[in-house]
């Protein structure tokens, strides 16, 4: 295990880099563009003018393994559930701990160690860093406006247990308006409830969303992830938004036309559409790696399908995907030395 790639991970993870904040992804990601450039032969391609924060890091003609990354973490929510700091970095003879270890600052390091392995090796590679894919790949999105990559392969180094997943389901998020009419709470008869139009109109209808299933990704399924509205008890409540969290492996038009279509007096707004990703099969690179299920959450890859010339992308990483989001996060050393390893050895082995 190279030192000072712990050292690094351990740095990054020190750092909040909740999503949203685009300062302090800049920031983190700049630790890991000067560690990554300090090898010889390892130069920023491109990076974001403006927006949110990504960055391009290569060697070679850039049509080896193609990395992506994200900085960006979830919150850490509720303190009093972490039994250590959420930003030590603490790390043990099996563990580093901390908000971002697996998910996936872990992966991340591994990647640009990989980096500073092609450069030393004279093969190409590349990694994308990018911002916000927590909250529906928004950097990789504007990221990929600006690129067009010929890679010979995707990896997104995501929580895997180190296996080989060849894809996941596609999100599509939904905000559902209705627009009632208020009223005294002691006569509901002279108003229109909007909650109880969205309860009886969307959340009743739920039922008959279509919902398709495919054989590797599974069936699409659908979560009811926020409710709001009414000022108070005693006020026929004129306005409420309902949203929707759609897992699609279809796409999410069927989705879509349905929730435009529960009654004229509910609105429906796309927040986030991204497809489902598919490879067919193993890539003949990773053949003697482990097989693991489609991945239960989405990724950058969604939003980079387009710019990636057609190459498979595969999601593969260190660490649980059990710890994701969870409180105490931690990455298992040894499946973060492993990835170290499996990194290595595809950017010698691509370059053959």
């Known amino acids: 295990m190279s030192t000072e790639a712990l050292e690094l991970l351990r740095d990054l993870v020190r750092q909040d880099t909740t999503s949203g904040d685009n300062a302090a992804q800049a920031a983190a990601q700049e630790l890991a563009v000067s ?101 529906g790949c928004r950097g990789a999105a504007e990221a990929a406006t600006s690129l067009e990559l010929t890679p010979r392969i995707v990896v997104v180094p995501e929580a895997t247990r180190n296996r080989v ?89 069927p989705a879509i036309a349905w929730a435009s279509s529960l009654d004229p007096a509910i609105s429906a707004e796309v927040e986030l559409d991204l497809p489902a990703v598919r490879t067919p099969r193993v890539p003949e690179l990773l053949g003697t790696y482990p097989a693991a299920p489609a991945a239960t959450y989405f990724t950058d890859a969604s939003a980079l399908a387009g710019s990636v010339s057609g190459a498979p992308v595969v999601i593969w990483g260190p660490g649980e995907p059990r710890e994701m989001h969870a409180a105490n996060e931690k990455l298992e050393l040894e499946s973060w030395r492993e990835a170290l390893r499996n990194y290595r050895e595809l950017v010698l082995a691509a370059a053959r």
Request: include cysteine; charge should be negative.
């Open 165 to 253: 997943s060849l894809g996941h389901r596609g999100a599509t998020w939904l905000r559902l308006a209705a627009a009632g009419k208020a009223a005294h709470g002691s006569t509901p008869q002279l108003g229109r409830n909007a909650i109880q139009l969205l309860a009886d109109r969307a959340l009743g209808a739920l039922g008959s969303l279509p919902l398709s299933t495919e054989d590797y990704l599974g069936a699409e399924t659908v979560n009811v992830g926020t409710f709001e509205g009414g000022t108070a008890t005693n006020i026929v409540p004129a306005s409420a938004v309902l949203t929707l969290d759609v897992r699609t492996v279809d796409g999410g038009a």
């Open 35 to 135: 560690y990554a450039t300090a090898t010889a032969g390892v130069r920023v391609r491109q990076r974001s003018s403006s927006g949110r924060p990504w960055v391009l890091l290569g060697t070679g003609s850039g049509d080896g393994p193609l990395f992506v990354c994200h900085i960006d973490t979830v919150p850490v929510g509720s303190p009093e559930l972490w039994e250590r700091a959420p930003f030590s970095a603490d790390a043990d003879e099996k563990f580093l701990h901390g908000r971002g270890s697996v998910d996936m600052k872990g992966g991340l390091v591994a990647a640009v160690e990989a980096l500073r392995n092609a450069a030393e090796a004279g093969a190409d590679a590349q990694v994308l860093l990018t911002s916000d894919e927590e909250i």
